[in-house]
């Protein structure tokens, strides 16, 4: 650490190109601490060499704090990533793949009636939460289909329970929107910023893995944020759905 003007700051030489938009993050604790909490920086544009500073001001903790720094990364693009792993070597980076498997997953999930809900904006289309049985045929996934609208879809014994559409810009993209899926036997509903679409008429799949941003049957990831992911293992009312959603 070094000091200026009575602020600690740590400096870290970067490089670029000089033309391109690059951020730097980096993770950081206090001694006392166990955590590690994850800094990014505003967006840089760098010269041939440079230096990116953060500082305790930056960080919010006292000017004369130690602080300590691990697992620092500069990455060229518009906007930072998750961490990427590397030792001497520069790697390609892999897809971000959130998942819940085992006990993980059994230990909460209702096999026989449940709610997801998410609050999310996509680029794009995408599955924003899927739950499968690492197959195609024991699924069930909600997400953003391609002319700007929500989709569901259910499948049991590789067969096709439902497949819901909503029209077409109902749910435009690069905007937040509330999608809320609820199943039981012969009775489904999915909700979409206050709307309803209900099916009555359908099998429960059997999974044993929920998927977060993205989905079996969705070739394409979520390109933007989820804000809130909510599972309860209870089918809710038609009622509940539409006041979650609106």
């Known amino acids: 650490m070094s000091y200026q003007s009575g602020d600690s700051r740590a400096r870290f030489a970067i490089t670029g190109d000089g033309v391109s938009?690059?951020?730097?993050s980096v993770y950081w604790k206090l001694p006392d601490s166990d955590s590690w909490t994850r800094y990014d920086s505003p967006a840089l544009t760098q010269p041939t060499f440079a230096y990116a500073d953060?500082?305790?001001?930056?960080l919010g903790v006292p000017s004369d704090s130690t602080v300590h720094f691990a697992f620092?990364?500069?990455?060229l693009g518009s906007f930072p990533t998750s961490y990427i792993p590397t030792t001497t070597a520069a790697v390609t980076r892999a897809a971000d793949l959130a998942s819940i498997t085992g006990t993980n997953f059994s230990s909460w999930y209702?096999?026989?009636?449940?709610?997801v809900f998410a609050n999310v904006s996509s680029a794009g289309s995408a599955g924003v939460v899927g739950f499968d049985d690492g197959?195609?045929?024991?699924?069930?996934?909600?997400?953003f289909a391609g002319s700007n609208n929500a989709a569901a879809v259910v499948v049991d014994g590789g067969v096709v329970q439902t497949n819901i559409n909503t029209p077409g810009n109902s749910t435009p993209y690069n905007q937040y929107h509330k999608l809320c899926n609820a199943i039981s036997e012969n009775n489904l509903s999915f909700s979409y910023n206050g709307s309803l679409v209900q099916d009555n008429?359908?099998?429960?799949?059997?999974?044993?893995?929920m998927t977060?941003?993205?989905a079996i049957g969705f070739s394409?990831?979520?390109?933007g944020h989820i804000s809130q992911l909510s599972y309860y293992p209870t089918r809710l009312s038609d009622e509940e759905l539409v006041t979650l959603t609106s």
Request: glycine letters at 12%; proline letters at 2%; charged letters at 15%.
């Open 212 to 214: 977060i941003g993205s």
């Open 201 to 209: 008429s359908l099998s429960v799949p059997s999974v044993n893995t």
């Open 110 to 115: 209702n096999q026989s009636e449940g709610t």
């Open 220 to 223: 394409d990831r979520v390109n």
């Open 54 to 58: 953060v500082t305790t001001t930056t």
């Open 135 to 143: 197959g195609f045929a024991e699924r069930f996934r909600i997400g």
């Open 72 to 75: 620092g990364q500069m990455e």
């Open 21 to 24: 938009t690059y951020y730097f």
